[in-house]
C-alpha cells in the first residue's frame, strides 16, 4: 500500500509541476487519436496531456484521470457530497479529493472548463479485463449555460464482446463505463471514488482504526483511467431516400400446408393488413378453410419452404437471406381440413408438421433507418462482418445514456455511442445489432446487413446466435414509451420470423462465459429476453424489463401466431 502511495506522490507532483501546460490544445497541435494499428500504445494515468482528433463526422477528446495531494482539492473536483470550483486559469487540472494515509488522495478526478464542445462522457481504463470498483460521477456545463448536477457513470461490462472472441482479447480494446448524453457542452469535471474509501465526521480516509491508522485499504483502480468527451460531428448530407430508410415490407409470401401463398401481412392490431386479399382458395378467417371446390382427401399439399428472404413487388429490392444452412424442405402429406373441421392443438401434430407450421409464420418489415440515414462514419469501424449462423434469442437493452435527448437528436446519439464504441472502447463497429428511440423509430445498428445474422458486441456470454436490441435510455426508474415498446414488437416479430422463432417460445444457448453462467452452460431462455436473464445486471431497467411479456405477445400476433 505504501509503495503505491509512494508511486501516487510521485505522480501528483509530476501532475502539478505540468498543469500550467495541461490546457486545451487546438487543432494546430492536438494529438491525433489512437489508431487501430497493434502496436499503438493508450494513454495512460501518467500524463496530464490530453488527446484528441478531430473530424468532420465527430471527435474524442481524452482527459487523464489523475491523484493529486489533498491540497489540490481547492484548485478542482470536490470530494463527492460537495460542489467544486473551476480551475482559476480555466484550462484542465487533475485533482484528488480523499486523504489517505499522508496526505496522498485516493479518489481520481479532472475537472477542464475550456474544451472543444461535446455531447458524450464516458470513462475508459487500459484493460477490458479489469473492474473499477468505485464510484465514477461527471457534471458538465452546457455551452453558454450552467453547471450540471452530478450524475453517475454505470459500468459498461456486460455490455460488449464475449471473453474469448478477437474483439475483446485485441489491441484496441478497453474497458470502460456506460456512455452518458449530456447534449452540447464545453466544460466538464469528474471524479472516480474507489471501494473501501469512507467519510466520517468530516475527515476523509480509507477507513481509520481507533488509534487513527489506516484500518482497510481502497480498491485499487485500474491504470489507464481517462475520461472521454466524445463530439458526433455534424449530420452528413442526408442519402437519397431509397438509401436512408428501409420502407416497411408486407410479410414475405411463404406456402401454407394448405398450398397456397399466404402474405402474412397485419395491421398493428393483428388482423388482416388494409388491403390485404386472403390467400386463392380460402375462405374465411380460418387459414385451414377451402373455397368452393375443396382439395381432394389424400392429395398432397406440396412442400413447405422458408420465408423467401426476397419482398414482393417489382421494385423491391433484394434482401440478402441470413448465412444460416438452409434446412431440408418438410412434406407433409396430411389431407386439408373441410371448414367445420377441428384442427387438432399443435401438440398433438407430428414432429414435421409442427416444424413445417412453424415456417409459415412470418410478419411485415418495419421502416428501419439505415446507418446512411443515421449519418455512420464507415471509414471508422473494421472492415468484414463477422455472422453467427442464426438468431434464437433476441436480448432487449437499455443504453443508460440518459433520457434527456429530443427525437430529433437520436440520429446525433447513436453518432456518439458508435465513436465511444469504436474509438473509446476498441471494438470493431456498434455493439448493438438495431436501436430504438422514445419515438418508436426503429435504426439499423452494426453493419452487416439487418436480415443477417450478424454477431453483435451487446450481451457478454451470449452475443453468438444472438442479437441485440436497445432502446435510447434509462429505464431503471422511468416508464419506456408505448411507441418504443411497440417499435420493439414489430423488429423482433419481423427479424425472428426469417429465422423461424416463436416470439413466446423458448430456446438455449451455450454460455461463452460471464458473472451469471460459466462458460459452457446450456441456458434455457426466453426467445425475447431481457439482457439481465443472461447476465447479473440491471439491464434493460426494470421498467422496461417490466414490459417483455407484452412485447412478446404483440409480436407473436404480428406473426399470425
Same mark, same amino acid.
Given at each position: ?115 472543444? #464542445?461535446?455531447?458524450?462522457?464516458? +470513462?475508459?481504463?487500459?484493460? #477490458? ?25 454505470? #459500468? $459498461? ?8 472472441? #478477437? ?6 480494446a478497453h474497458g470502460g463505463t456506460a456512455p452518458l448524453w449530456v447534449g452540447d457542452s464545453d466544460g466538464v ?51 437519397? *431516400? ?25 395491421? &398493428? ?33 406440396? *412442400? ?16 440478402? $437471406? ?18 367445420? &373441421?377441428?384442427?387438432p392443438p399443435t401438440s398433438a401434430l407430428p414432429e414435421a408438421v409442427t416444424k413445417a407450421n412453424a415456417a ?18 464507415? !471509414? ?8 453467427? !449462423? ?13 433520457? !434527456? ?14 465513436? $465511444? ?37 451487446h450481451t457478454l456470454g451470449f452475443n453468438t446466435n444472438s442479437m441485440g436490441v436497445a432502446v435510447l435510455g ?11 415498446? @411497440?417499435?420493439?414488437? @414489430? ?27 460459466? @462458460? ?6 426466453? +426467445? ?13 431497467? !426494470?421498467?422496461? $424489463?417490466?414490459?417483455?411479456?407484452? +412485447? ?10
Amino acid at each position: 500500500m505504501r509503495a503505491y502511495l509512494a508511486s501516487s506522490i510521485g505522480v501528483a507532483c509530476t501532475a502539478a509541476l505540468a498543469l500550467p501546460l495541461a490546457v486545451y490544445p487546438g487543432p494546430a497541435h492536438a494529438r491525433a487519436e489512437r489508431t487501430a494499428a497493434p502496436s499503438s500504445s493508450p494513454s495512460t494515468s501518467s500524463s496530464p496531456s490530453t488527446s484528441s482528433s478531430f473530424s468532420s463526422s465527430g471527435s474524442t477528446q481524452s482527459l487523464p484521470l489523475l491523484p493529486l495531494s489533498a491540497d489540490g482539492l481547492d484548485r478542482g473536483v470536490a470530494a463527492p457530497g460537495g460542489d467544486a470550483p473551476v480551475p482559476a486559469d480555466g484550462g484542465i487540472s487533475a485533482v484528488g479529493g480523499v486523504s489517505v494515509d499522508g496526505g496522498v488522495s485516493a479518489d481520481r478526478g479532472v475537472a477542464a472548463s475550456r474544451v472543444r #464542445p461535446f455531447s458524450l462522457v464516458g +470513462v475508459v481504463w487500459d484493460q #477490458p479485463s479489469a473492474d473499477l470498483r468505485g464510484r465514477v460521477q461527471v457534471r458538465t456545463r452546457a455551452v453558454g449555460g450552467e453547471w450540471s448536477p452530478w450524475r453517475e457513470l454505470l #459500468p $459498461y461490462g456486460d455490455d460488449g464482446p464475449d471473453p474469448d472472441s #478477437p474483439e475483446l482479447r485485441g489491441a484496441r480494446a478497453h474497458g470502460g463505463t456506460a456512455p452518458l448524453w449530456v447534449g452540447d457542452s464545453d466544460g466538464v469535471q469528474a471524479r472516480v471514488r474507489p471501494e473501501g474509501v469512507a467519510v466520517a465526521d468530516g475527515v476523509a480516509g480509507a477507513g481509520a482504526d481507533a488509534g487513527g491508522g489506516v484500518a482497510a485499504r481502497s480498491a485499487v483502480l485500474p491504470s489507464g483511467l481517462r475520461l472521454e468527451l466524445v463530439d458526433p460531428g455534424e449530420a452528413p448530407a442526408p442519402p437519397p *431516400p431509397d438509401q436512408a430508410v428501409l420502407r416497411a415490407l408486407p410479410a414475405h409470401p411463404v406456402p401454407t400446408p394448405g398450398g397456397a401463398a399466404k402474405t402474412g401481412a397485419v395491421s &398493428a392490431s393483428g388482423g388482416a393488413a388494409p388491403g390485404a386479399r386472403p390467400s386463392p382458395g380460402s375462405v374465411g378467417k380460418s387459414p385451414g378453410s377451402v373455397g368452393k371446390s375443396p382439395r381432394p382427401v389424400g392429395k398432397s399439399p406440396g *412442400p413447405v419452404g422458408k420465408p423467401s428472404p426476397r419482398p414482393s413487388g417489382a421494385s423491391a429490392r433484394p434482401l440478402p $437471406y441470413p448465412s444460416a444452412p438452409s434446412a431440408p424442405s418438410t412434406h407433409v402429406t396430411r389431407p386439408t381440413s373441410p371448414p367445420s &373441421a377441428i384442427t387438432p392443438p399443435t401438440s398433438a401434430l407430428p414432429e414435421a408438421v409442427t416444424k413445417a407450421n412453424a415456417a409459415r409464420y412470418s410478419a411485415p418489415r418495419p421502416s428501419i433507418v439505415t446507418r446512411a440515414g443515421w449519418g455512420a462514419d464507415e !471509414k471508422i469501424r473494421e472492415t468484414g462482418h463477422v455472422y453467427s !449462423k442464426t438468431v434464437k434469442v433476441a436480448f432487449i437493452h437499455h443504453t443508460v445514456t440518459g433520457n !434527456k435527448y429530443r427525437c430529433s437528436q437520436a440520429p446525433s446519439v447513436l453518432r456518439s455511442i458508435y465513436r $465511444y464504441h469504436v474509438k473509446s472502447l476498441g471494438w470493431r463497429d456498434y455493439g448493438y445489432n438495431f436501436t430504438i428511440d422514445k419515438c418508436g423509430k426503429i435504426y439499423e445498428g452494426r453493419s452487416g446487413g439487418v436480415t443477417k445474422a450478424v454477431r453483435g458486441a451487446h450481451t457478454l456470454g451470449f452475443n453468438t446466435n444472438s442479437m441485440g436490441v436497445a432502446v435510447l435510455g434509462t429505464f431503471s426508474s422511468k416508464k419506456p414509451s408505448a411507441k418504443a415498446v @411497440k417499435a420493439i414488437a @414489430k423488429l423482433t416479430a419481423w427479424k425472428l420470423g426469417l429465422f423461424k422463432r416463436n416470439p413466446r417460445g423458448t430456446t438455449h444457448l451455450v454460455s461463452g462465459g460471464g458473472n451469471k453462467y460459466k @462458460k459452457g452452460t446450456n441456458v434455457k431462455l426466453h +426467445v425475447i429476453a431481457g439482457h439481465r436473464d443472461g447476465f447479473a445486471t440491471e439491464c434493460p431497467g !426494470k421498467d422496461l $424489463y417490466k414490459k417483455l411479456g407484452s +412485447v412478446r405477445k404483440t409480436a407473436a400476433r404480428l406473426q399470425g401466431r
